[in-house]
């Protein structure tokens, strides 16, 4: 089975407002956990990253 791959982009500040990071959308809790975490889990994660990623975009494209 291939690797999952971390999400990291090396842009590593948490949101204030969403407690996302402005990186890679992790919360500090998953970013901790990630190289514990067994592949299933991590594409658990990246599903939530895409959902995030999608909300964000919506939440920014309403403020305009």
């Known amino acids: 089975m291939q690797a999952v ?3 990291c ?6 949101d204030a ?6 990186g890679c959308s992790r919360t500090i809790e998953e970013i901790a956990q990630w190289s ?6 991590k594409r658990r994660v990246w ?7 999608a909300q964000a975009m919506a939440i920014s494209k309403g403020a305009r």
Do not use: Y
């Open 5 to 7: 791959p971390s999400p």
């Open 9 to 14: 982009i090396d842009v590593c500040r948490i």
């Open 17 to 22: 407002g969403t407690g996302w990071c402005e």
């Open 36 to 41: 514990a975490l067994d592949a299933d889990a």
């Open 47 to 53: 599903d939530l990253l895409l959902q995030r990623r």
